[in-house]
């Protein structure tokens, strides 16, 4: 997968960078770390399957631009025996914690109702993951790979914004058919997304 493979060839995961809502963007300091050329750096990354676009800046940074940004979802990987750090109460918007429990349950009923509706569990299409808000997520979720290199700081308001961004898609980029609209490939790889964020989650699959 992209991601895997790019930071395989800098030696480090790349960072995500800008919103992602028109292109999914990374930039990576490999080049000054390793003290390598960034152009030959950025050279062996433009053959990398999946980057559509690599510029070595002036800063020594590379700016790498992927074709299909959620092809990513493959490669997250559960997120496990990490403590729920908020308390229970209240069960409002004001606190995190519920933000983050909630969000993991919508996720997980998502699978109960796409297998209740019929939508189809084969024929994952990342690139129909490319609603605004479907990006959104994406855009959070490719942080992960650093993230979990040092939990701490950051790691609670990463969950946060997490949840945040995948409450909205649920709302207004619905994985599952909404009123006599036939399931279809998009709603496939949105089940396939949520099932990228409940791994990461920290909570019940129900409240």
Do not use: K, Q
Not at 34 to 62: D, I, K, M, T, Y
Not at 112 to 129: I, K, Q, S, T, Y
């Amino acid at each position: 997968m992209t991601a895997r493979r790019l930071a395989g060839v800098l030696g480090e995961p790349p960072a995500p960078d800008g919103t992602w809502e028109r292109e999914a963007v990374y930039v990576s300091a490999a080049a000054l770390r390793r003290r390598v050329p960034p152009e030959a750096l950025a050279a062996r990354v433009r053959e990398v399957p999946g980057v559509s676009g690599v510029e070595a800046l002036s800063n020594g940074f590379l700016r790498i631009v992927v074709a299909v940004p959620g092809a990513l979802v493959e490669e997250v990987e559960p997120v496990a025996g990490l403590p729920d750090p908020w308390p229970d109460l209240p069960r409002t918007w004001d606190n995190p914690g519920f933000v983050v429990r909630y969000a993991r349950a919508r996720a997980t009923a998502v699978r109960r109702w796409a297998r209740e509706l019929g939508v189809p569990c084969e024929g994952f299409r990342p690139d129909l993951l490319d609603d605004p808000r479907d990006r959104a997520v994406l855009r959070v979720l490719a942080e992960l790979p650093s993230r979990r290199a040092s939990l701490s700081p950051g790691w609670e308001s990463f969950l946060v914004r997490l949840a945040l961004a995948y409450h909205d898609a649920h709302e207004l980029a619905p994985a599952v058919p909404v009123g006599d609209e036939p399931p279809g490939p998009v709603h496939t790889a949105r089940v396939r997304l949520a099932g990228a964020v409940r791994e990461v989650l920290v909570g019940p699959d129900r409240l």
